[in-house]
Structures are given as C-alpha cells and as structure tokens.
T-cell receptor, first 112, second 114 residues
Framework: AQSVTQLGSHVSVSEGALVLLRCNYSSSVPPYLFWYVQYPNQGLQLLLKYTSAATLVKGINGFEAEFKKSETSFHLTKPSAHMSDAAEYFCAVRVYGQNFVFGPGTRLSVLP | NAGVTQTPKFQVLKTGQSMTLQCAQDMNHEYMSWYRQDPGMGLRLIHYSVGAGITDQGEVPNGYNVSRSTTEDFPLRLLSAAPSQTSVYFC?????????????FGQGTRLTVV
C-alpha cells in the first residue's frame, strides 16, 4: 500500500529564512506527487505537482519541490519565508487506484 | 466557476442524530471523494466514487453512507452520529482519466457531535 510520511509535525522558521518541508513516499509504481497548502479554516489548495515531466517542479508563491526517486522524496522548499506562508502543508501521492493518499501534514510557523 | 461547494459549513449534532453533508462540483469531474481531517492524522478517505452510480469504501467508511446519482453531487450521510465523528469533513473532486490531475477541495464542513 502507498504511504506518505512528513518529517516534523511543526516547523518554525524566521521571516526571510529558507523553508524546507520534508516528504517521503512509498510506492511500488511511479507516483504522481502533490503538495497542498491549507490556511486556517479553509480547504486545501494545490501548491505544485510532480507528473514526471521534470524532477524540479515550481509552484505558486515561490515554492518548489524536487523529486528524487533514489530517496523516494519530494521535499518542498522556498528560499525566503514570508509571514503569509504560515499554514499547514500536506504532501500527497496518487497512484493507479486513483485515490489520493495524504501525509499527516506539517504546520509551518514564520517568526518575525 | 464555483468549483467544489460544500454545505453546511458548520453543524452541531446530538449523538444518534442523522444528517447529510452536501457536496456539488461544476467541473464535470468523474472522481469525487470524502475525507475527514483530524489533528495529526492528515486526511483520511471515507468513501469515493469514480462516476455516477459507482461508489466504494475508503480507509474509514464505518458510520457513513454515500450515493452518486449524478456526476455533480456526492452527498455523505451520517447514519447515527457519534462523538468520534466530530471532525472536519472535506469533499474533493478530480478527473479520473489522468492520474496527474490534482484534486479540488471544498471549504469543509466542521461537525461537532455532542
């Protein structure tokens, strides 16, 4: 069965610092990978997705993620954190069964 | 373009009551699903559908029923509410034919069972 792990349920960074949110997946077949962001009291919004066209994927709001097959990872990064980036971030995998499997989420806090 | 619309946004139920959470999408997506979100557990799949007339169970289906009579609508029914069903519920939809397409989410329904 496919699964997604996100290391760190809560990450704090200073404004202007690098953001790194980790995601590892397990899948017996090539996966399709997604990062979503959830702001308080809202639904999930797509940040970016990996669809095998390129291993480095750029998304909205300056975020990007790199697919590393050898490490089964899809970590999310942003060079410089902004206060508005404070939210919860979910990594998800979609495989041939069509369902999405989500990680437990990482809450990002940005300190002034 | 409304996307995925969920109603109600908030609901308080007494133990044993039943209710239906509504979900509608206007993107002609074949795939629709219901998740519940609980702290530290991410989103867990309750039920899903790959088209009108077709539904299947997800990871946590007990206590919930679904039906899919049209492409647009996918209601979730709580048969006899229990405090363990206190959660935030999200409906999502996506195209079925391409796995590289993302899921679109509604704004959620916050349910409290007392």
């Amino acid at each position: 069965a496919q699964s997604v792990t996100q290391l760190g349920s809560h990450v704090s960074v200073s404004e202007g610092a690098l953001v790194l949110l980790r995601c590892n997946y397990s899948s017996s077949v090539p996966p399709y990978l997604f990062w979503y962001v959830q702001y308080p009291n809202q639904g999930l919004q797509l940040l970016l997705k990996y669809t095998s066209a390129a291993t480095l994927v750029k998304g909205i709001n300056g975020f990007e993620a790199e697919f590393k097959k050898s490490e089964t990872s899809f970590h999310l990064t942003k060079p410089s954190a902004h206060m508005s980036d404070a939210a919860e971030y979910f990594c998800a995998v979609r495989v041939y069964g069509q369902n999405f499997v989500f990680g437990p989420g990482t809450r990002l806090s940005v300190l002034p | 373009n409304a996307g995925v619309t969920q109603t109600p946004k908030f609901q308080v139920l007494k133990t044993g009551q039943s209710m239906t959470l509504q979900c509608a999408q206007d993107m002609n997506h074949e795939y629709m699903s219901w998740y519940r979100q609980d702290p530290g557990m991410g989103l867990r799949l309750i039920h899903y559908s790959v088209g009108a007339g077709i539904t299947d169970q997800g990871e946590v289906p007990n206590g919930y029923n679904v039906s899919r009579s049209t492409t647009e609508d996918f209601p979730l029914r709580l048969l006899s509410a229990a405090p363990s069903q206190t959660s935030v519920y999200f409906c999502a939809s996506s195209y079925s034919h391409s796995l590289n397409t993302e899921a679109f989410f509604g704004q959620g329904t916050r349910l409290t069972v007392v």
